[in-house]
């Protein structure tokens, strides 16, 4: 297709909040790109901005939409996926810009031959976080939310908190349900990408740091809730079925503790692993990874078989850390099996309770 065509059927949303003249200016040049259906949301702005909207919808041309009080960032994303879907049902997908102006126009071209190349897939503008014009908080604060984000949800992205994004007709009809009202909203998008099997496509993009946008109000431990719920929902039953182990373990210990050190710790292990497991799968599926599409028997027999192997490194790390630290063998079990309760944590999400879409071929999400 090309490119002043796919231009004419993208929208352009810009959320924003007591805009400025640099909203106009990128009003202007999108204009003058070829980009002609553009809407602007007023999250509430104070009134001696409303010039700035004035001008927007006089001068070119675009759909200004108005909260009445400021709702946040998410709230207004959806606000325009809404409008755009009642009034542009023709439309080919969006493209998410701050109006900042920190945005290139080669940047946002780029965006829209990525979403023509890739389509069906969430498009991402990832600024380089090496560059030492960024401010420190945001490469700090998209560094933990990156690695968060990676370790709780198995999501790869380099730059959680872009808003440059494109996305297709049908991601914009899927995302418009997404929960969040302000930052979050961007990155429970990628959460929803990952349980919808949507591929993120990541490019690189320059932005342009100056002292009027380099401000980021996110945060990935407030604005990031979702990202850890899972792995608390995880960390809450493992902590139920570790219980029910670690009793039946000192038993178990107390009951054949004449025998060699290796076996009596080995059998312990075995005994209290049986048990516990069991309790732990019923839970982590019902409670965990509650995805109806998995197989049961499959993930019954790959929860077993992880189990089996978790239970084996339990029963090896422990005995022989064991006989080489001079502490008590409970204690040793304690830090033998907090190191493999993350490693688990990785496989079940990602092996044992995975979609079976994703099993049959589907696409992963993470680029």
């Known amino acids: 297709m090309p490119a002043h065509m796919l231009k004419a059927d993208i929208m352009i949303v810009i959320p924003v909040y007591n805009p400025d003249n640099k909203m106009i200016d990128m009003i202007r040049t999108l204009r003058e790109d070829?980009?002609?259906?553009?809407?602007?949301?007023?999250?509430?702005?104070?009134?001696?901005?409303?010039?700035?909207?004035?001008r927007a919808k006089d001068d070119y041309d675009c759909d200004v939409l108005?909260?009445?009080v400021h709702l946040g960032k998410g709230r207004s994303i959806k606000t325009a996926f809404n409008f755009i879907l009642t009034h542009?049902?023709?439309?080919?997908?969006?493209?998410?810009?701050?109006?900042?102006?920190?945005?290139?126009?080669?940047?946002?071209?780029?965006?829209?031959?990525e979403m023509s190349i890739n389509p069906g897939e969430l498009i991402l503008g990832c600024r380089n976080?090496?560059?030492?014009?960024?401010?420190?908080?945001?490469?700090v604060m998209n560094t933990i939310s990156s690695k968060a984000i990676q370790i709780m949800c198995g999501i790869k992205v380099t730059?959680?908190?872009?808003?440059?994004?494109?996305?297709?007709?049908?991601?914009?009809?899927?995302?418009?349900?997404?929960?969040?009202?302000?930052?979050?909203?961007?990155?429970?998008?990628?959460?929803?990408?990952?349980?919808?099997?949507?591929?993120?496509?990541?490019?690189?993009?320059?932005?342009?740091?100056?002292?009027?946008n380099i401000t980021s109000h996110f945060n990935p431990l407030v604005n990031s809730p979702k990202i850890y719920l899972v792995f608390l929902r995880y960390t809450a039953t493992s902590i139920v079925?570790?219980?029910?182990?670690?009793l039946l373990f000192s038993i178990f210990v107390g009951a054949f503790r004449n025998?060699?050190?290796?076996?009596y710790i080995m059998i312990s292990t075995i005994l209290a692993r049986c048990v516990s497991a069991t309790v732990n799968f019923f839970l982590t599926k019902t409670v965990v990874f509650a995805n109806?599409?998995?197989?049961?028997?499959?993930a019954l027999m790959r929860f077993y078989f992880i189990a089996a192997l978790q239970m084996m490194a339990s029963a090896v790390g422990v005995t022989y850390v064991y006989k080489i630290l001079p502490i008590a063998v409970t204690l040793v079990k304690v830090i033998i099996d907090a190191l493999l309760f993350m490693l688990c944590f990785q496989i079940q999400r990602e092996w044992v309770f995975k979609d079976k879409n994703s099993d049959d071929g589907a696409a992963g999400a993470a680029a």
């Open 34 to 54: 070829g980009f002609r259906k553009i809407v602007i949301v007023n999250d509430g702005s104070d009134a001696n901005r409303e010039i700035c909207f004035e």
């Open 241 to 246: 079925a570790y219980i029910v182990d670690l």
């Open 129 to 139: 976080f090496h560059d030492e014009s960024m401010p420190k908080k945001s490469r």
């Open 292 to 298: 109806h599409s998995v197989r049961k028997e499959q």
């Open 159 to 212: 730059d959680t908190t872009t808003g440059l994004r494109g996305l297709s007709k049908e991601l914009v009809e899927s995302f418009i349900t997404v929960s969040g009202e302000n930052f979050d909203y961007e990155m429970n998008e990628l959460l929803e990408s990952k349980e919808k099997d949507v591929h993120i496509h990541e490019f690189p993009i320059t932005v342009d740091y100056t002292e009027d």
């Open 88 to 113: 542009y049902p023709q439309c080919s997908g969006v493209i998410t810009v701050d109006a900042m102006g920190q945005y290139s126009i080669r940047d946002i071209d780029r965006c829209s031959e």
């Open 259 to 263: 025998h060699a050190v290796h076996e």
């Open 66 to 68: 108005t909260h009445a």
